[in-house]
């Protein structure tokens, strides 16, 4: 009998515990889900970033809390510096081949080709390098934020042509 009511106890809390988190789910879907959001392809703002490199904000702020989707073409010959950021980032290649090196080297001989269509997962806090080696390359990078990048080589570029630092 004892053994049955502690099943029961058992049964009833992770009960309530799945209730709980299907309504703080629901919530935040309610709280974050307003409208749908539709970006055509001529609605798209580029901005300049630095060394070629173009910037189009479609969804969000990863400076702010939430979900962002943010867009880059890199030219032809231009990688980002080794650095690694606060937050999971999700990043589908749209156009192009994407290199990604997953070292801090910024040795392009490291890296890993990504064709249009393939998607990688960049883990917070893991030091990586990555961009465009044979033509220009469009990503698309999603998250949530805030968000911000570290340089593991404060004195290197942002962005520009890669060579074995280390």
């Known amino acids: 009998m004892e053994t049955k009511l502690r099943v029961l106890s058992l049964a009833k809390k992770y009960f309530a515990v799945a209730i709980l988190g299907f309504a703080s789910a629901h ?3 309610q709280a974050t889900a307003k409208d749908f ?7 798209v703002v580029w901005t300049d970033a630095s060394a070629g490199v173009k910037t189009a904000f479609l969804y969000g702020d990863p400076n702010k809390p939430g ?8 030219p032809e ?8 950021h606060t ?14 090196g997953t070292d ?3 040795d392009p001989a490291t890296t890993v080709g990504l064709p249009a269509g393939s998607m ?12 465009a080696m044979k033509g ?19 004195d290197a570029p942002r962005f520009g042509n890669p060579r074995k630092l280390n």
Do not use: C, L
């Open 37 to 43: 959001v539709i970006v055509k392809p001529d609605q």
């Open 136 to 154: 220009p390359t469009e990503i698309q990078i999603s998250g949530m934020g805030p968000v911000s990048t570290t340089p593991v080589y404060p």
């Open 87 to 100: 937050q999971d980032r999700f990043v589908t290649v749209i156009k192009g081949t994407w290199y990604a």
């Open 27 to 29: 919530a935040y879907a």
């Open 120 to 131: 990688m997962f960049h883990p917070a806090g893991v030091v990586h390098f990555d961009g």
């Open 104 to 106: 801090a080297s910024w």
């Open 67 to 74: 979900m962002y989707v943010v867009r880059n073409i890199f």
């Open 77 to 84: 010959g231009i990688m980002s510096s080794p650095h690694f």
